[in-house]
Nanobody, 127 residues
């Protein structure tokens, strides 16, 4: 069973930066497609960013494009980062990392595409 663990959340001021890290515990024969989602209180879970198993193709949600960057630390995508710059109060949420071994690019921004999920890490941005 693959375990996904997030780290790096915290309380920061608006306009500053934060980096989240996500690790998939088991190294599979195929690389992972990894994604970040977030959920603010009283709101639905929202797609933030994803990196395809090819390690190069990245996708971003509309609200974070240009401010957030997803990247991989290894060729299997078993460790990925989410660099969050110019944070705003609306970025406050629990951030979840998700992983899948599926190679398809369809629905890469959808929760149903991911098989393994972390417990989440809280990011709070004070204005």
């Amino acid at each position: 069973q693959v375990q996904v663990v997030e780290s790096g959340g915290g309380l920061v001021q608006a306009g500053t930066s934060l980096r989240l890290e996500c690790t998939a515990s088991e190294h599979a024969f195929s690389p992972y497609t990894m994604a970040w989602f977030r959920q603010a209180p009283g709101k639905e879970r929202e797609f933030v960013a994803a990196i395809h198993s090819d390690g190069r193709t990245v996708y971003y949600g509309r609200s974070v494009k240009g401010r957030f960057t997803i990247s991989s630390a290894d060729t299997k995508n078993s460790m990925v980062y989410l660099q969050m710059n110019n944070l705003i109060a609306e970025d406050t949420a629990v951030y979840y990392c998700a992983a899948t071994l599926t190679q398809s690019r369809s629905n890469i921004g959808k929760e149903l595409s991911y098989d393994f999920w972390g417990q989440g890490t809280q990011v709070t941005v004070s204005s």
